[in-house]
């Protein structure tokens, strides 16, 4: 069992940026980190294997957003830069793959999640 604590969520205005943070209790292999917004499914932002390999959703995050992770810490890191309106949602990380890294049923783990509003 690994339990999973994002945090570094807020309220912050169009073209600010944020870094969540996502602190797993043991060793992880890969991790996720998907966004859910109301009313909407919960969708995919990337993923980085144990590696360092990583997995961007195609348009609207690529080039915005950067995963990275510290093995040595357990902890996974997205960095979210030039964020807009439509970026507000809860944002999740994921960990126990075992299917494909995009689909949310493949986690086994998840975290409580952290809010990221946007404002114009």
């Known amino acids: 069992q690994v339990q999973l604590v994002e945090s570094g969520g807020g309220m912050v205005q169009a073209g600010d940026s944020l870094r969540l943070s996502c602190a797993a209790s043991g060793r992880t292999f890969t991790m996720g980190w998907f966004r859910q917004a109301p009313g909407k499914e919960r969708e995919f932002v990337v993923a980085?294997?144990?590696?360092?390999?990583?997995?961007y959703a195609d348009d609207p995050v690529k080039g915005r957003f950067t995963i990275s992770r510290d093995n040595a810490k357990n902890t996974v890191y997205l960095q979210l830069n030039s964020l807009k309106p439509e970026d507000t949602a809860v944002y999740y990380c994921a960990a126990g793959l075992t299917g494909s890294y995009y689909l949310p049923r493949s986690y086994d783990y998840w975290g409580q999640g952290t809010q990221v509003t946007v404002s114009s």
């Open positions: 980085v294997t144990g590696s360092g390999v990583t997995y």
